[in-house]
Nanobody, 131 residues
Framework: QVQLVESGGGSVQAGGSLRLSCAAS????????MGWFRQASGQKREGVAT???????TYAESVKGRFTISRDNAKNTLSLQMNNLKPEDTAMYYC?????????????????????????WGQGTQVTVSS
């Protein structure tokens, strides 16, 4: 069982930066695939980035080169550094954890572990980017 609490959202102008954090509790954190997902108003939730237990990341095409996902297994924290933010990045951002590690076969193809494998979710933190 993993409990997740996000922080760090807010409002920023286009081109600005924000850093999201996720505090995780639960003994299985260090071996779990972790990810950030987002859901814009009226849209389906989508994957932003995932990271495996060895800190190997996978990103959605829309955020590559702008966002960086990282984890600290000693502190049970997950982070998302977001630079050069765009209005289309406006969404509720969720931290999520899977029961197992990320799917390495998909990672090798640059594909994130599917959302349905993430069973634990935080409450979300809002990110708003104005033009």
């Amino acid at each position: 069982q993993v409990q997740l609490v996000e922080s760090g959202g807010g409002s920023v102008q286009a081109g600005g930066s924000l850093r999201l954090s996720c505090a995780a509790s639960g003994s299985a954190y260090s071996t779990s695939c972790m990810g950030w997902f987002r859901q814009a108003s009226g849209q389906k939730r989508e994957g932003v980035a995932t990271i495996d237990s060895e800190s190997i990341p996978t990103y959605a095409e829309s955020v590559k080169g702008r966002f960086t996902i990282s984890r600290d297994n000693a502190k049970n924290t997950l982070s998302l550094q977001m630079n050069n933010l765009k209005p289309e990045d406006t969404a509720m951002y969720y931290c999520a954890a899977a029961e197992d590690d990320c799917m390495t076969a998909l990672q090798g193809l640059g594909i994130m572990t599917p959302e349905h494998l993430f069973h634990y979710w935080g409450q979300g933190t809002q990110v708003t980017v104005s033009s």
